[in-house]
Structure formats: structure tokens, C-alpha cells
């Protein structure tokens, strides 16, 4: 029974917006929802409101409203049977076919295994753990978190970002030197445009990289040219000829994708030419916890908080659907970081702020991270034993670290060998994929994600790669 609180006053039912035009009012109601089930915006088996319901939305008599349902049902629109509700009839299915099934889309490629290179084990996720932080998180919040959004983020997981990567990283931050962000790419592009609008001109990069952060910076008027990067990591040295250059973009924890550190001679070598310039470091923290050998390489951060902005994010650690990530500024930069973003710029919702900073707090971040280390360094020495055994003359490079490797082959030309069909339905890239385009440095290798598989299908990830070696 439909419950009204007065005349014309429905509470109970369900809302229906039509379209009605002038003229009789039964005629009105009929040709709107007739025009609402073409257009595909009421589906065979959708199920309207009660006349009483409706014609108190409508203001208009209640008869009207049960005459105009009566001829749609004899019409064949609507169907009903006694004591239940009205629905949009199975039989309009036909009419309707061609606008409401989905638009046809390309189909993606399957991988027959994913070894794509920086994609975590997303089977691994904590659920349970992530629950309970939520929960914990509503049942805290103040009830200001429910409104518009401070562009900084929410004071709880800026504190509570402070002092985690104080301890685990090395970082040193105040919680007002942080900016919550979407992940890394949305932080990369508002430093990006923070330091176009300071008058920065160029933006050096490492010779290889990800071609989508390069795009980020160019996209503002940056340009970026391209440090050489050996075993010793990006060639810093090269900065002192680069005039025009005000920042660097750099991975110093663990290259990606060559997979070595900033030496400590060069660490202290771009914080000095940061000073004397008056630069900015741009340091891509994105998978700094996951070293196997000893403990992680602090982060470069801490070498002058004042000349490095520190960008961090869950999307290698937890999820890149969590749409989490944060940038640790200098002082000077937080206003102008901030201002791009702008009135209406999406922002990280406040429950997985919130969700996040209990996370932190209550140590499941900690335990996460060490559950997922310790997976992720069985498979990596899983697989460089397998490739040792399968393939004696090819070699796994780069030290320990982060969620790939880059694997050199006995033989063959690796860039022809990734176009094969089963090296593509592995997901593998070659090294020229990441290769900056004005460096003609041409190395063979391919780059291989060991993290993406589930643990029940690693295995057969494992044999089919080194089935594929030479």
C-alpha cells in the first residue's frame, strides 16, 4: 500500500520522469512513456509506479493515470497481472533491440599469462582487511567528510602518510607538505603544470622510461630530454649542460625499467645541482618497498626536502583501482600544486582516504607489504633459477627489486622475438618500448612482470616463458 503523508503528497513508489507534452492529459501520459520504451530508456521488465503513486507525482486524478496503463496493456507496452505490479512488456523487446543492446566494441587481446611489467598480484588483495578499515573509517568519520573536498586530501591520511614514509621511507614530510592525488599519473601532470606556470621550461628525463609520463609533461610545454642511464643509473652529470633545464623526472630507488639504483655518488650529485640551479627533483617512488636483497633504498627525498617533491602511490603496493596517490612537496610548491587542480578537479573520494589512513594506522599497510614482498622474491628467484636451468646463456638483469626484470637473451633479436605470437600473448615488452625517442641506445632485452599472475597460476606462467626461451 502506497502511504501518503496528504493530498498529492506520494512517499511510497517508485519515481518515473516523463516527457509529456501539452494536450489531454491521459493522451500526454500514454505518448510519454510510449517515447520512454522506444528510446530504450524503460526496458522489457522494468517496473513502474502504482497509479495512485504516479498520479500523485503527476497531480493529476488517479483514474486518468489507471485508464492511460489500461490502453498500454491492451496496446501491448505494458503488461500486469492482478495483485502485481505494472511492467514494461517482454514483447517491446523487438522494438527496442537495436538501441538498447550495448555498443559493439573491439575485442581486447587476451594474454594467455600476464607478465606485463608493473602490474601487482590484484588476486592478492586484502579484502578482509580493507573491510574492516572502511567500516572503521564511517563509523569514525566527522560528519564534514561527507562534504566537498579539501584539494589537499583528508588531514587523517596526510598524517598518517607523514608518518608512514617517515619510517618506511626515509621521507621527510609534514602532513601540509602532502597533496592526495588520483595515483601518479594525475600527480605527475599537476606538477607538471605547477612548474610550467613558474616559468620552467624543460623537464629532463631518464633515457628510459614510460612514454605516458613523458606525454604528461610535454602535454603543459615542457620538453624533456633524455639522461643516459647505466648501471649506475640516469647519468645526472649530463644536467650540468643542459641550461634550459629546470627539474628532472627520476626513478633512483629502482629504475624502471632497467632495474638499477641511482648510485649514492649521483644522489648527492642531483641534490647539489638542485641547489645551485635552483631545479626540482621529481622522485618516482612507485615501487620502493619491494627490494629482496637487503632492505629497501631510501628514498632521495630525504637527501633535501626542499628540492625534491616526492611522488608516491597504492597502485604497485595495493591497487591502482584504489585511485590513490600523493605527492610530498616543497614548501613553496603546495599552493601552486594545489591550484591546478582547480575548483571541479576530481579527487580520491573520502572513504578510501579515510579507508587508507586506518590502514596505515592500524599496521595492515605494513603486514600487506611484507606478505606481498615475500611472495614477490619467491617468484622473482623462482624465476631466475628457471631461466638459468631452461636457458644457461640468458641472463635476468637488474638488482632485486620492484615487480619485473629485464631478461637478455643468448641469441636473437629481441625486438623481433616480442612480435611472435607467443611472446605477445605473455604480455612482454621489449626494452625499445620504453626507449625515449631522441636516444638512439638500441638494447636488446625483454621486460618481464613476474607479479600480475595469481598464485594458483604462476606456475604455468613460469613454465610457459621459459618455454618460449631460446
Known amino acids: 500500500m502506497d502511504v501518503t503523508t496528504g493530498p498529492g503528497s506520494s512517499v511510497a513508489g517508485l519515481d518515473l520522469f516523463l516527457d509529456r507534452a501539452g494536450g489531454r492529459v491521459r493522451n500526454s501520459v500514454m505518448d510519454a512513456i510510449r517515447d520512454a520504451i522506444r528510446s530504450g530508456r524503460l526496458v522489457p521488465g522494468t517496473r513502474l509506479p502504482s497509479s495512485r503513486a504516479l498520479s500523485a507525482d503527476l497531480g493529476v486524478a488517479r483514474n486518468t493515470v489507471a485508464r492511460a496503463y489500461a490502453e498500454l496493456i491492451a496496446e501491448g507496452w505494458l503488461t500486469s497481472q492482478h495483485g502485481s505490479s505494472t511492467v514494461v512488456s517482454p514483447r517491446t523487446a523487438e522494438a527496442i533491440r537495436s538501441i538498447a543492446a550495448p555498443p559493439r566494441r573491439r575485442a581486447a587481446r587476451l594474454l594467455d599469462h600476464d607478465l606485463r611489467p608493473g602490474h601487482p598480484d590484484l588476486s592478492s588483495f586484502p579484502r578482509a582487511a580493507w573491510s574492516r578499515a572502511v567500516k572503521r573509517a564511517l563509523d569514525a568519520a566527522p560528519s564534514e567528510a561527507f562534504g566537498y573536498a579539501d584539494p589537499h586530501g583528508r ?18 614530510a609534514r602532513p601540509c607538505n602532502i597533496v592526495v592525488c588520483c595515483g601518479a599519473a594525475e600527480g605527475l601532470r599537476l606538477v607538471a603544470g605547477a612548474l610550467t606556470d613558474g616559468g620552467v621550461a624543460a623537464v629532463a628525463v631518464e633515457a628510459f622510461g614510460l612514454s605516458t609520463q613523458w606525454a604528461s609533461l610535454t602535454r603543459t610545454g615542457l620538453r624533456c630530454p633524455p639522461l643516459t642511464v647505466d648501471s649506475d643509473g640516469a647519468d645526472v652529470r649530463a644536467l650540468e649542460n643542459m641550461a634550459d633545464v629546470g627539474g628532472v623526472l627520476l626513478t633512483p630507488s629502482h629504475q624502471f625499467p632497467l632495474g638499477v639504483s641511482l648510485h649514492s655518488d649521483r644522489r648527492a650529485g642531483v641534490i647539489d645541482w638542485a641547489r645551485r640551479t635552483g631545479g626540482v627533483i621529481i622522485e618516482d617512488d612507485y615501487d620502493g618497498e619491494f627490494r629482496y636483497d637487503r632492505r629497501p633504498v631510501g628514498a632521495l627525498h630525504g637527501g633535501d626536502p626542499e628540492r625534491v617533491i616526492y611522488m608516491g602511490t597504492v597502485s604497485k603496493s595495493l591497487a591502482p583501482g584504489l585511485r590513490l596517490g600523493w605527492l610530498v612537496l616543497p614548501e613553496r610548491l603546495v599552493d601552486a600544486v594545489v591550484r591546478q587542480k582547480g575548483e571541479t578537479e576530481e579527487t580520491s573520494g573520502f572513504v578510501e582516504q579515510l579507508a587508507m589512513a586506518e590502514f596505515i594506522v592500524s599496521g595492515s599497510y605494513d603486514r ?4 606481498m614482498r615475500a611472495q614477490y622474491r619467491r617468484r622473482r628467484e623462482q ?22 626484470v629485464v631478461l637478455e637473451l643468448a641469441g636473437g633479436d629481441e625486438s623481433a622475438l616480442v612480435r611472435q605470437l607467443g611472446w605477445r600473448q605473455l604480455g612482454v615488452q621489449g626494452l625499445d618500448f620504453f626507449r625515449h625517442p631522441e636516444v638512439d641506445d638500441e638494447r636488446d632485452g625483454l621486460v618481464i612482470g613476474f607479479a600480475a599472475p595469481a598464485p594458483s597460476a604462476w606456475s604455468a606462467a613460469l613454465d610457459a616463458l621459459t618455454g618460449l626461451l631460446p
Open 155 to 172: 588531514p587523517e591520511l596526510r598524517l598518517a602518510l607523514a608518518q608512514y614514509l617517515a619510517r618506511a621511507r626515509g621521507v621527510r
Open 368 to 371: 600487506h607489504i611484507r606478505t
Open 383 to 404: 624465476l631466475v633459477v628457471a631461466v638459468a636451468r631452461s636457458s644457461p646463456k640468458s641472463t635476468v638483469a637488474g638488482m632485486p627489486a620492484g615487480l619485473q
